[in-house]
């Protein structure tokens, strides 16, 4: 089992910076990657970014590319996504998750990231 505690959102304006971090307990070193997704009203969960748990390499979604820095500090089981340049259309539930084998296997609950413009 691994649980995952998300924190660090709020409402911030165009523009501004947020940082959001992901508290993972549990049987966190059976996992291959820490991912981040988020959900806006009314549209489907998206990729947002991938970090490798062993290693470290990352991946992004395009829209996020060059804004966002996702990374991960393995001594306190924390990822972070580091978000730059926001804007209104950030505005989502942002929620961590680990994969393991192909497969998304456990979610946190969420947090809000709202940006106003």
């Known amino acids: 089992q691994v649980q995952l505690v998300e924190s660090g959102g709020g409402l911030v304006q165009a523009g501004d910076s947020l940082r959001l971090s992901c508290a993972a307990s549990?049987?966190?070193?059976?996992?291959?990657?820490m991912e981040w997704f988020r959900q806006a009203p009314g549209k489907e969960r998206e990729f947002v970014a991938r970090?490798?748990?062993?290693?470290?390499?990352?991946y992004y979604a395009d829209s996020v590319k060059g804004r966002f820095t996702i990374s991960r500090d393995n001594a306190e089981n924390t990822v972070y996504l580091q978000m730059s340049s926001l804007k209104p259309e950030d505005t989502a539930v942002y929620y961590c998750a680990t994969r393991k084998s192909g497969q998304v296997d456990y979610w946190g609950q969420g947090t809000q990231v709202t940006v106003s413009s």
């Open positions: 549990g049987r966190t070193f059976s996992t291959d990657f």
């Open positions: 970090i490798k748990w062993s290693g470290g390499s990352t």
